[in-house]
T-cell receptor
Framework: GENVEQHPSTLSVQEGDSAVIKCTYSDSASNYFPWYKQELGKRPQLIIDIRSNVGEKKDQRIAVTLNKTAKHFSLHITETQPEDSAVYFCAASLSGSARQLTFGSGTQLTVLP | EAQVTQNPRYLITVTGKKLTVTCSQNMNHEYMSWYRQDPGLGLRQIYYSMNVEVTDKGDVPEGYKVSRKEKRNFPLILESPSPNQTSLYFC??????????????FGPGTRLTVL
């Protein structure tokens, strides 16, 4: 089955700096890649996603890039703010949708004021 | 309000005592799923369901059962809980369709401790 590896496990950045989290996946047939943000004590919530027919997608300060050849995708957060502090999970799916997601192990992002 | 609900939110029990965690969604989603979240391991899928009376194993199904008798409900059953099932459990739901609108919505989580 699919395997998703996520790095780094922890990341600290200064407020205003950029943060990058990287994930690799094993099954080249995976075609849907969402990113979830989980604040302390809360449920995971979708922040951005990308499908395999797109190389990059942006939504204000966050962007996701996908390299199908290398089988990796990355989350980029620019101009980080303290409220960006959370655990971020990447995931991959073979179904083209949010069904049967395989998640990475998570990245604890801390934005230092 | 569109939501996924879980009950109980917190549960402390003892080894071997059967328990059920309920999950309900009001968004008419076909797809429902259970995950467990453990430190350093991310979210791992336990069971999922594509529709009423259709369920299938995820990555870590051992020790769990589910049922899907109604579209809105997807209870998780631990027939004989063991300490290694101590975890944070999330229920989630989504539409089956691909493309825009297929986001998976998570419940608030159930913190289970098995002594």
């Amino acid at each position: 089955g699919e395997n998703v590896e996520q790095h780094p496990s922890t990341l600290s950045v200064q407020e205003g700096d950029s943060a990058v989290i990287k994930c690799t996946y094993s099954d080249s047939a995976s075609n849907y890649f969402p990113w979830y943000k989980q604040e302390l004590g809360k449920r995971p919530q979708l922040i951005i996603d990308i499908r395999s027919n797109v190389g990059e997608k942006k939504d204000q300060r966050i962007a996701v890039t996908l390299n199908k050849t290398a089988k990796h995708f990355s989350l980029h957060i620019t101009e980080t703010q303290p409220e960006d502090s959370a655990v971020y999970f990447c995931a991959a799916s073979l179904s083209g949708s949010a069904r049967q997601l395989t998640f990475g192990s998570g990245t604890q992002l801390t934005v230092l004021p | 309000e569109a939501q996924v609900t879980q009950n109980p939110r917190y549960l402390i029990t003892v080894t071997g005592k059967k328990l059920t965690v309920t999950c309900s969604q009001n968004m008419n989603h076909e797809y429902m799923s259970w995950y467990r979240q453990d430190p350093g391991l991310g979210l791992r899928q336990i069971y999922y369901s594509m529709n009423v009376e259709v369920t299938d194993k995820g990555d870590v199904p051992e020790g769990y059962k589910v049922s899907r008798k109604e579209k809105r409900n997807f209870p998780l059953i631990l027939e004989s809980p063991s300490p290694n099932q101590t975890s944070l459990y999330f229920c989630a739901s989504s539409f089956l369709r691909t493309g825009v609108g297929g986001e998976q919505f998570f419940g608030p989580g159930t913190r289970l401790t098995v002594l």
